[in-house]
């Protein structure tokens, strides 16, 4: 081939890999992964895990997921269903996203530990690694919040787990701004912009454990 058609044959194809990135606004698809969201409200407020497929894809990581929410539920009330020990000892998730209510109390502090660790034994014959997803207190309970981010600390580190720290990147928003436009209406389930920051926090923490 000519010389300088096979340079202008290169170029073509740069500038067109770079156009393709740049008009989806997102790296370029390098691994898939799975994910299991067990919760509650939170969780499912603003639909958090596609907004987690969103940023991971942003990543350049293809990202399926499985969510089992609802109202009010605590890690005891979905083991007591049955229906999560099923679909982790039947699917293989990469991970496994744990979420409950704030958890700040002792009683909270323990189904955080101790389903936790029930989960992680059922996940582990799959290699599925455990994530606590640290959520944050009502505006009226802000008193609260160093004991939830304490207690979720504390079973991430029991249980050999993940920490995805939202709570606690709120807290700090809040402090140093006064600003707590992360809560929605109710002061307690999050506004979309507050969805988006957790699910960016989650993204950036699971998919930093993959290089370590």
Known sequence: MNKFLLILCLCIVAISDTYSQDEQGAKPTTSELSVLFVGNSLTYTNNLPKLVKKYAKQEG???????????NYSLEDHWNDGEIQKLIASTTFDFIILQQGPSSQPDGRDMLIDYGKKLNRIGQQNQSKLCYFMVWPSLNNYHNFDGIIKNHKDAAAINNAILLPVGEVWKTHFDKTKNFQYYGPDGFHPSLEGSKIAAEVIVHHFLNSLKN
């Open 61 to 71: 990581v293809n990202l399926t997921y499985k969510m089992v929410a609802f109202p």
